[in-house]
């Protein structure tokens, strides 16, 4: 009987898990010289190995990891740059990341997460965040709210709607939601996020399902480096939906359903590089050619319009950046 009890007792040992069950840890220190690997056997914390390592720089990928507990990743007080990719991470618990005073890059790409839960990453002090290629398709209440977040990316998910209110008193000034399922913006949806001390600020929509994008959508915020809204389901842009904002530097619109283009639309907002390719345009008022580059190939546009276009060439200078070389060829 004693024997059959120890071996009982030495069978539940054999199968003791828990959060890192055979997970290999690469450590290496900022300097690069000094790097080492670690094997947890089974544990639910990090911290306990790390103890006396160079563990500025922490990777752990393409393992098992189903699960963030609370505590899991807490009190690596000299960790810099954290990757935890592909290890199908399905969920994470609030707590999991805690006492992380030196975080400066969080990466969680190509893991199985469906949701982010406020008190996850609201008080790290990192700069770059990195969910991309999870399932994503449900955001908490202020989840990026009180941040210090520079970049955010959210690519590749199933997020469909959009709340100005999970960047409440945030920071970031490039988020990246390309290849999700949005479908609307309502006003003011980055008006949270303007206070920032960068000058200014990325917005990637690419590949979602927006058709229309409505007045005031981004007001509150005066600067954008970039707008990206290629690859959506534009036909239109109404007149008030740069309203507030006086500089964009790049707005990409290639690769929509755009079939007119108001000249009020831009009235109030600088320009520099605007992508209007592959849309179904069949012409643009002069009143609109203020930027320095337009990128217009792929549209029906008509050679009345095309002419309408190098008479205005004719009395300005600088006629050459319009792109208008080939559509002037075919209509001659």
Not at 108 to 137: C, H, T, V
Not at 320 to 330: A, K
Request: negative net charge; hydrophobic residues 40%; aromatic residues 8%.
């Amino acid at each position: 009987m004693q024997l059959f009890i120890l071996l009982i007792i030495s069978g539940l040992a054999s199968c003791k898990s828990g959060i890192f069950d055979n997970v290999s840890v690469y450590v290496r220190g900022l300097d690069k010289t000094v790097e080492d690997t670690i094997l947890i056997e089974f544990d639910d914390s990090l911290a306990p190995h790390l103890q006396h390592k160079p563990s500025e720089i922490i990777t752990i990928k393409d393992q098992f990891i189903p699960k963030l507990d609370t505590n899991s990743v807490a009190n690596l007080t000299t960790v810099q740059n954290l990757t935890l990719a592909r290890n199908g991470i399905r969920d994470i618990l609030r707590g999991a990341f805690q006492n992380l005073p030196n975080l400066k890059v969080l990466n969680l790409s190509g893991n199985a997460i469906e949701e982010i839960r406020i008190g996850i990453f609201n008080e790290l002090p990192m700069e770059d965040l990195f969910l991309d290629n999870n399932k994503i398709s449900r955001i908490g209440y202020k989840a990026f709210s009180h941040m210090t977040l520079k970049k955010l990316f959210l690519q590749n998910n199933k997020i469909s709607r959009w709340s100005k209110d999970w960047f409440a008193d945030s920071s970031v000034s490039r988020l990246d939601l390309s290849f999700n399922l949005i479908e609307d913006l309502p006003p003011n949806s980055f008006h949270l996020m303007s206070k920032p001390v960068n000058d200014s600020m990325s917005l990637i929509f690419t590949g979602n399902q927006l058709k229309k994008i409505n007045n005031d959508v981004f007001n509150g915020v005066e600067r954008f480096q970039r707008i990206f809204l290629d690859g959506n389901l534009i036909d239109r842009l109404s007149p008030g939906t740069f309203n507030g904002v006086k500089h964009i530097n790049v707005l990409n619109l290639n690769n929509n359903s755009l079939y007119d283009l108001n000249s009020d639309v831009l009235k109030s907002t600088q320009v520099d590089i605007l992508m209007l390719e592959d849309n179904k345009l069949r012409c643009l008022s002069t009143d609109i050619f203020r930027m320095e580059e337009l990128d217009i190939d792929g549209n029906p546009i008509t050679c009345f319009c095309v002419k309408s276009w190098l008479a205005w060439r004719d009395i300005h200078s600088n006629p050459s950046i319009y792109h208008i070389t080939n559509l002037e060829q075919e209509c001659i």
